[in-house]
């Protein structure tokens, strides 16, 4: 899959304090953020950041933010273009399937006013995050399940589709072969699209979309549907949205961890690395078997990733240059 090709680039912008957090003093450190006020200071918008290595949904939304779109629409577009991409197995039409051959999808949006749709467990829907977006401006709601959010999308003029393509049959029909089946960490059970904007207005909107875990239980829903969990968006602050095993993300609420961490006074980086802190040092974390990701971004620009494992990536649209940028990981330092 495209998005794994991941190119090994560490020009990030980002602060590395944490790779060598524990070498460094307080004064240190203090010097550090420091220099990453100046950066900030720097931070060029608008930008567009995504979870892994979409470089076309990337494209779109900052061809909306050039053309002085809003930050809410650049995220809508830029996430439908994996939603449409049936190459893109985690995501929209060619999703991996439940253990039933079920393709659910689950996606939400966040705008600057703190407003807020989702949706949970979508079927024959291919663009669950624009179904997500009329759920938050056209229901007094926040969240539309199963039917009823399939019914809500046919009335507002989506088309229902097949979502299943060849290869989603062939991967069920192998998946139920191997009985003691494990998905690969990165490579078969992950991958939200999930997706971050500033506007040239300097205004902060995000959105997220997934198939979930691949193979998953019938019913099962991950975080990325749930605000605060799969994404948050705080217009004075930043935002945050994660990807991998929704579960433990669930269990910390970390997307909005991330910003109330980003609100104390940290930066992206740091608080994506908090938050992942959060995951592996819980009492019998099973975090070696499981991958987490966060991306976040600051009121200024300012950009942070970090995951459990190597192998995460995040694409970055920005003055003009569209990147990947492969993310520092927590077991780096542990190892
Ligand atoms: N976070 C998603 C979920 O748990 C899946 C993923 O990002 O890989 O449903």
Redesign the pocket.
């Known amino acids: 899959m495209k998005r794994r090709n991941f190119i090994k680039n560490t020009a990030i912008t980002t602060i590395g304090i944490a790779t060598t957090r524990n070498l460094l003093s307080c004064s240190e450190i203090e010097e550090k953020k420091k220099s990453a006020i100046t950066d900030k200071e720097k931070a060029s918008l608008p930008l567009v950041i995504a979870t892994w290595n979409v470089p076309n949904a990337t494209a779109k939304a900052w061809e909306v933010l050039q053309a002085n779109g809003s930050a809410l629409d650049a995220v809508e577009q830029g996430c439908m273009v994996e939603e449409a991409d049936i190459t893109n197995s985690?995501v929209g039409k060619g999703g991996m399937p439940d253990r039933d051959g079920r393709i659910t999808l689950?996606a939400c949006i966040m705008n600057k006013d703190g407003d807020c749709g989702s949706v949970v467990y979508l079927q024959n829907i291919t663009h669950a995050v624009s179904v997500a977006r009329k759920v938050m401006e056209h229901t007094p709601h926040v969240m539309l399940a199963g039917k009823g959010a399939e019914e809500f999308a046919v009335a507002n003029g989506f088309e229902k589709e097949d979502l299943q393509t060849d290869n989603t049959r062939k991967a069920l029909e192998s998946w139920l072969i191997k009985s003691q089946y494990e998905p690969v960490i990165n490579i078969e059970?992950?991958?939200?699209i999930g997706m971050l904007a500033i506007d040239t207005n300097g205004d902060i909107s995000g959105a997220c979309t997934?198939s979930?875990?691949a193979f998953k239980m019938a019913g099962r829903v991950?975080?990325?549907p749930i605000i605060g969990s799969?994404l948050f968006v705080d217009n004075e602050v930043g935002a945050c949205v994660?990807?991998?095993?929704?579960?433990e993300?669930v269990k910390t609420v970390g997307s909005f961890l991330v910003v109330e961490l980003m609100r104390q006074g940290k930066l992206p980086q740091e608080a994506c690395e908090e938050a992942i802190h959060r995951i592996v040092s819980k009492p019998n974390s099973d975090y070696k078997n499981f991958q987490v990701g966060y991306i976040a971004v600051n009121k200024s620009g300012v950009v942070g990733s970090y995951s459990i494992h190597d192998g995460f990536s995040m694409t970055r649209y920005q003055v003009n240059k569209n990147e990947n940028v492969q993310s520092d990981y927590y077991l780096k330092q542990s190892s």
């Open positions: 985690s689950d059970n992950h991958d939200t997934t979930g875990l991950g975080d990325s799969g994660a990807t991998g095993l929704g579960e993300v």
